[in-house]
């Protein structure tokens, strides 16, 4: 199933998108997309049932609905960096050894098809392409051979950056999570629907030209890597995001280097799981 949160008039609700339609799931008994993915097994069976037969005040107007990112307010925003060889190797960073973390705060989500707002203060903002996991259920330690047990599913993200506040100092988060700069959705996919997420295409465009195109095969710390270690410091909860890293092609690597501009529309997709779109616009 494909879960997105969505906004008709003053109410913000969860629902399911099936073909272009979207259910919503108030009438199921769910606020939110991320009371379905606390709620386990019993809320995902609840919810496939009235996906059957949902009522038709549950069928919005989708020429009225906009969507908001699944998750407005994650629990956490956990991000990799330098998890693909060849943004590794663009950066002129040595292949690491363990992974490398650092976080955005809740007030940088924004939702498909909103705007990334430039900031002001920053002369060098950026974009990245990345494939990210949603966490399904509590854990503390978790195997890496028992990762699967604790992933609801899949969604992706624009980890838009601005390099000038990233690397002014050792820790990149200043320049990692201004207001707008985690765009993610546009709907989180179940993970029964997608059976191997280190296969899947990655790629980003900007203004329709291809900029990031890769895969996920490529990335040095894959998924069950990434919840053991992560697990091994702090609680995994339900909801939380784990942005997994971006492949070669982005800004600030390229010859001349090409940073965001308003106007800008910037697209990420990865197989299977839809795009991901946002325009691009200047501080006011
Ligand atoms: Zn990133």
């Known amino acids: 199933m494909r879960f997105v949160t969505f ?8 629902g399911v998108l099936v073909g272009g339609q979207i259910i919503g799931l108030r009438g199921a008994g769910f606020e939110s ?7 386990g097994a019993d809320a995902l069976d609840r919810v496939s049932r009235w996906v059957r037969h949902p009522l038709s005040s549950e069928l919005p107007d989708m020429a009225a609905v906009a969507l908001q990112a699944p998750i407005p307010r994650p629990p956490k925003i956990i991000c990799i960096g330098l998890n693909y060889r060849d943004h590794a190797a663009e950066t002129k960073m040595p292949i690491p050894e363990v992974p490398t973390v650092f976080s955005k705060y809740p007030t940088a989500v924004t939702g498909p098809g909103q705007p990334i707002v430039l900031p002001g203060n920053s002369a060098k903002p950026d974009y990245e392409a990345e494939f990210v996991v949603v966490i399904g259920k509590r854990g503390r330690h978790v195997r890496a051979e028992d990762w699967r047990e604790y992933v609801f599913g899949y969604t992706m993200m624009n980890d838009v950056s601005a390099r000038d506040f990233q690397i ?10 201004f207001d707008t700069f985690a765009p993610f959705g546009p709907a989180i996919v179940t993970a029964d629907e997608v ?6 295409e ?3 465009t900007l203004n329709g030209e291809v900029m990031q195109h890769s895969n996920t095969s490529q990335m040095i710390f894959q998924v069950p890597r990434l919840i053991e270690f992560l697990s091994s ?3 995994l909860e339900p909801g939380d995001i784990i942005a997994t890293g971006t492949p070669a092609g982005v800004g600030f690597a390229r010859t001349p280097p090409v940073w965001l501009r308003a106007g800008d529309e910037v697209t990420v ?8 779109t946002n325009p691009v616009v200047a501080e006011k």
């Open 7 to 14: 906004q008709l008039d003053a109410n913000i609700e969860p």
């Open 33 to 39: 997309v991320l009371a379905v993915i606390e709620g």
């Open 168 to 177: 002014a100092t050792s820790q990149w988060m200043m320049g990692k999570t």
């Open 195 to 200: 059976p191997d997420p280190q296969t899947l």
């Open 202 to 204: 990655i790629s980003l």
């Open 233 to 235: 410091v702090f609680t």
């Open 269 to 276: 997709r990865v197989e299977g799981l839809g795009e991901l």
